[in-house]
Structures are given as structure tokens and as C-alpha cells.
């Protein structure tokens, strides 16, 4: 009798919500606020809510539908759609 063996392949995309991925998307928001890049107003407001589905202007990467978004509110306009790895990466000084 001969053994099966399970394997796993590699699926694009797959552990992208665990910690390596969300390590990832700090690491590429990081370093676009230090090389100023990534917008940085002095006076604003934030909102956290469900994800509108849109892309993240911190890391690039799209704000998936099970995720919180937040939004950076400058004078009543939106100027900034993040993940909260993200949004703590841009707010960290």
C-alpha cells in the first residue's frame, strides 16, 4: 500500500493578512513618510470604518472588504485611505 502525501503549493496573495504581510505594508508607508512622499498635514481628523474597497495610499495595496479603513480628513476632505498597520506607520514621528 503506498502513502499519499499531501503537499501545499504556494497561492499568490496567500498569508498577505497575517503579520508578515501587514509587516510589509508598514515597512513600504514607512518608508514612503521618510522619504516625504506620503503627505504629512499638521492639522486633520481620522475615521476608521469598514473598507470601501479602495486602494491604500500608504502601501498601494487594496483595502479589502473585511478590513478596517482609516481616513484622513483635512478641512472636510479626504486626503488619505489607509490600512491601520499603514495609518500607524504614516502617524508614528
Same mark, same amino acid.
Do not use: Q
Given at each position: 500500500? #503506498? /502513502? *499519499?502525501?499531501? #503537499? !501545499?503549493? @504556494?497561492?499568490?496573495? @496567500?498569508?498577505?493578512?497575517? #503579520?508578515?504581510?501587514?509587516m510589509?505594508?508598514?515597512? $513600504? #508607508?514607512?518608508?514612503? +513618510?521618510?522619504?516625504? !512622499?506620503? @503627505?504629512?498635514?499638521t492639522?486633520? /481628523? !481620522?475615521?476608521?470604518? +469598514?473598507s470601501?474597497g479602495?486602494? =491604500?495610499?500608504? =502601501?498601494?495595496?487594496?483595502v479589502?472588504?473585511?478590513?478596517?479603513?482609516?481616513? +484622513?480628513?483635512?478641512?472636510?476632505?479626504? +486626503?488619505?485611505? *489607509?490600512?491601520?498597520? =499603514?495609518? $500607524?506607520?504614516?502617524?508614528?514621528?
Amino acid at each position: 500500500m #503506498t /502513502r *499519499l502525501r499531501r #503537499t !501545499t503549493r @504556494a497561492v499568490r496573495g @496567500a498569508g498577505e493578512n497575517g #503579520t508578515a504581510g501587514k509587516m510589509g505594508r508598514y515597512e $513600504r #508607508t514607512r518608508r514612503r +513618510v521618510v522619504a516625504g !512622499t506620503l @503627505a504629512r498635514p499638521t492639522a486633520y /481628523r !481620522t475615521w476608521s470604518w +469598514v473598507s470601501t474597497g479602495r486602494e =491604500c495610499d500608504g =502601501c498601494g495595496d487594496i483595502v479589502g472588504a473585511a478590513e478596517i479603513e482609516h481616513d +484622513v480628513d483635512v478641512d472636510g476632505a479626504i +486626503v488619505l485611505r *489607509l490600512h491601520p498597520e =499603514c495609518f $500607524r506607520a504614516w502617524f508614528d514621528r
